[in-house]
């Protein structure tokens, strides 16, 4: 006699990951004078300033006047991309007194150093509460890298609080992957920011020592304090 045993199959469903950010210091929290990863752009009468919270370090943004004679920007490192990529760009902003399609979220595209072009997103004339602005761009032929930057082409002020880049179209979960900024009072930054620790003066942060496994009486042939 055969006995016939029904066989279940158990379908594990997996949340697919979260697409990683491809800008540097996102939220503009680390720095010493200037945030980390970022070049601003302050030609021609234009202040792009480092803000952060009195009392929290960590809540920090960049604040762009624009005089209007020539563009306030915030840009950040490049990244690898191909021919045809899609990207979503996005950023959480404030607003205000910017004339209209006077500024804009641009992806720019490079190819192995030669600007190609840039697109993106035009920022709100009017938007005093944090905005949530997003855009798809796709890299152009011939591209190899990209790279954010906010553009400023008129008078007005911009708040930028955090910036994402993703690869593909995650418009639908851009809000999850880059979440709003928290309330906060800013306060330009005018005098450096404290370094990482370095309790036994190797020259090496301790956060990396660990990270690494470094030895104890090891020391970097390059000190920078």
Avoid at 52 to 63: F, G, I, P, R, T
Avoid at 94 to 113: I, Q
Avoid at 187 to 211: C, E, F, K, S, W
Wanted: proline share 8%; glycine share 8%; net charge neutral.
């Amino acid at each position: 006699m055969i006995l016939l045993l029904p066989i279940v199959f158990l379908a594990v469903c997996t949340a697919a990951p979260l697409q990683s950010n491809l800008v540097s210091n996102p939220r503009f929290a680390s720095g010493i004078l200037d945030p980390d990863g970022w070049s601003l752009n302050r030609a021609a009468g234009n202040q792009v300033t480092w803000v952060c919270d009195a009392h929290d370090e960590n809540l920090c943004a960049v604040q762009l006047v624009g005089s209007g004679s020539d563009w306030a920007g915030a840009s950040n490192r490049s990244t690898p991309c191909k021919a045809g990529e899609v990207l979503t760009v996005a950023a959480w902003l404030k607003s205000t007194g910017v004339s209209p399609n006077a500024a804009h979220l641009y992806v720019r595209f490079w190819s192995d150093g030669r600007f190609l072009g840039q697109f993106g997103p035009a920022v709100p004339a009017e938007g005093p509460m944090w905005t949530l602005v997003s855009g798809l761009v796709t890299a152009p032929a011939g591209a190899t890298a990209a790279d954010f930057s906010l553009q400023l082409w008129s008078r007005g002020t911009i708040v930028l609080g955090a910036v994402g880049l993703f690869r593909g179209d995650v418009g639908a979960q851009v809000s999850d992957l880059l979440p709003k900024p928290a309330p906060f009072t800013p306060a330009p930054v005018t005098t450096p920011r404290p370094l990482a620790p370095d309790r036994n003066h190797n020259g090496i942060a301790d956060a990396l020592d660990d990270y690494l496994a470094i030895p104890k009486d090891a020391r970097s042939i390059r000190l920078t304090r």
